[in-house]
């Protein structure tokens, strides 16, 4: 199946997913300035250049922590999403020894009834 522009669909979704990503980190990087912006606002006494060395190491410290919580984040949707997997192949063997259980029930029942005639 291609898309529109004749690429294949994961391609596309990989392009967004790409696109989502740079979004993302973008809106990242320009939340932790204005955190580092707003930090260093309360630190009056500095001067222009301790302010704009504040800032930038506060962005730094802000975005490696966010960098973090996202790791964390990940692996621990992965971690879900396995238990989830390995739930939902459990409940699918139940269900289908379930289902093989009934279907030789009735088997057993046509046999019986066709075996007293």
């Known amino acids: 199946m291609t898309a529109m522009d004749e690429r294949p669909v994961s391609t596309a979704h990989t392009l967004i997913s790409e696109i989502e990503g740079h979004l993302l980190a973008e809106s990242a990087r320009a939340e ?39 790791r964390h984040i990940a692996g621990r949707c992965l971690d879900v999403r396995g238990e ?28 019986v009834v066709l075996t007293a005639r």
Do not use: I, K, N
Request: net charge neutral.
């Open 32 to 70: 932790s300035r204005a955190a580092a912006e707003t930090f260093a606002q309360r630190l009056d006494w500095l001067s222009p250049a301790e302010r704009a060395e504040v800032e930038r190491l506060y962005a730094e410290d802000h975005l490696t922590l966010t960098r973090q919580a996202w």
């Open 84 to 111: 989830y997997e390995d739930r939902y192949r459990m409940l699918r063997q139940r269900v289908l020894a379930g289902g093989l259980l009934a279907a030789s029930g009735m088997v057993a029942c046509v046999v």
